[in-house]
């Protein structure tokens, strides 16, 4: 067996020991990777942490381009992994970084941002994203229809909301976008309070709107969460149908 | 066939193409005239925006009118049409924009707030409300019961809050209706913050009322969501069983 | 048929209309009670709503003395009524009022907040409260186990926030009391923001607290809204089979 | 039946009433000493309440102790009762305080904390965390799959704020880590308010944010809440089963 078909086996396996390493230190890469660009968004780091960061960085970066460079050379056919949805995430992953490495970081802070796109290299090892989107796609029209009736009724409140409380907190209540703002935040019931009704006619509007509302803004969420965790009553039926 | 008849094809149908592209005309309209609406609000916008709007408004208004008239003329009853809920919310949507072109808009504040009903033409396009309308009709009786039941525990609580806090904070806990506000953010999980209680009685108070108000509180949004939902399970046991 | 006995038939039936309508002049009285003592906390009314209130008031406590009489009359067992629940409730209904006729009302604060208990009265013509006794009994050993669990789990956050924050905000989180007022408004997801944690360890254990918290804390208040929904299933259920 | 023996029947079983007796006892002591120690954080307390938590904790200690040595004196295996869980609860239960009771209590603050694993005593007479525990095991896989999901959601929420924010509000979204705390707060719906987004981008990507987490952060705490009342409904089915 060629080496190029022995590192097949390793990189595009996870079923050999040896399939299962190279995935397991590929994922703390893209962890390592993740929690450097975190950290590194901390104000006033000493610059010994800023040196060792850069570093990591460096290192970080040269591991993805080799990988990259050993996928396309083990690859099947070439062209097709370059232009596949993995190949551009994993070129995404180091290429920006490498040309900035040249360049003052500092300059261009959404190089340093698209760093983020890493974490899409978790999509290889994981099922969730797989089963999000599975989610999405059972639950489509329900999510449709439900997710425009939320989106309605947050309008109205906001409107309502503009006409009762634009007077009395013009800076607040500004615009319908304003409102809007404070629809949200007030029917996903996370509440900031940095926009609140004041007024009589505002907060009873506020209240009718809670109590119709809530029920209305709840059902897309219900709808895709239940059809995430779907698949799992459905296995269990299966697995108590097959024991009777 | 007539012209009329034609027309009829294309303006009440939405089973032919032309039908289903006049359909979509006239929400497009609907959505466009919501959002001028909706910029119409933000403040300090460029003169230009603003006679982008107006013009924008004027084009919306004549083509309402133009529907309006068209179906008048190719309804079967006219003064059926004419008279019917529809017939009333597309007189509604062009009609006292159409007086304000005339008078200065900036004067009657409310005028342009009735822009909002153009919202209900959507009825005609999308079965939410009737989904909403069967909801409401399916679980009426438990809905009454528990709104009831949830309105008698908010109003409690606004008391029982109002007698520990209205002498430590005389000016948030004014009167009941006050304490209502505070009542009806709370049991519903909003919690803006803008009223607290700061007495440990009042504190400990709340923490009863919230420990026994949140599943009462949420029971009437359950029931409407799950009545919301119903449909689909419904349809979904009836394929599984037709599948058997 | 003695005049005592067609009273009783108006009085105590819910069947004649007679009945009927004395049984809405009843709950009538009660809610226009209930929004007068409402109202009447309003600070600053004019002189003029203060006489309207007082006057309303005097009509409904000599009503209520009234209703109270002829219960007494027309009872089968006199006694039996004036030592039941309801015959107890519909004596505060009115006594303290009646006494605070004579005396100044201002005095005695509590003396007016008797009032709420008129609210009571209505548990004769609604079966809510029997509903919310019936789910709490059929659900008990559940409730217990988990509301134990629940406040436990409480009684941890406020001590671990405690720890974390007392030296950062000595005022704000004074003592574990003063925490668990925080784990309250934490875990119900109320979220004031009066007291939230500020030290990186105080919000990371807020962030663990949250994640395990929030399941075990929904519990309590899901198996009281199903119980008392449960009723609606089992007669759907039961009116499902009897059609087959 | 030697002292010995008999003992083991009081403080072992359950059964007997004379067991049943002496773990109320001992649950009483818990809690007793669990409420010792928040009222000990009160702030200000008068010297004479000092006095008595003071007797009440040496009180508590000493028969913490004596439970301790009676445990081992009546364990089958005294060895296997020291290094088991339980033992070593009971141990950790008044160790601290005892040596504590020699030196000076304020210059210690985290030997006071340890007062808190009494609680764990707690551990021996509910099967609440029994409950938990199964819970947990049942659906690990599940749990584990969605507070992955849950957690990335949250770390690219945070990094998408961040970057809306940071120069808008450099004080409140310094970094990753502070924009994680907003997440958590806002994912989560408590919303205290600390930090808010003021940006039209970070609010709209707030609201996209809120709109797709809602229904992924719920779902952990979903599956643990439905995994902690799975048994009631096992069981009830068992039940309807067996009167079939």
Redesign the interface.
Known sequence: MSIRLRLRDIVESTETRAGRAFDWLVVGLILVS?AT??ID???DLPAAVHAVLRVTEVIIVVLFLLEYLLRIWIAERRLGYIFSFYGLIDLVAFLPSLIALGVDLRSLRSFR?VR?FR?LK?ARY???LD??RAAMRRSRE?LL??????M?LM??SA?GV??FE?DAQ?DKF????HS??WA???L???????I?P?T?GG?FF??VT??IG???V????????SA??DD?RRARRDDAERSE
């Open positions: 993740l660009f975190s968004t901390i104000p941002l983020v974490l978790l994981t099922h969730a089963r999000f329900e229809l439900f997710s425009f009736l939320a309605v309008w109205v409107v503009y006409y634009h013009p500004a615009s319908i976008f809007l703002w949200i935040a007030t996903t019931t996370v509440g900031y309070g940095d609140a004041v009589a907060r506020t209240a809670l109590i809530l029920s209305v709840a059902v897309p969420a219900g709808i895709l969460s995430l965790t799992r």
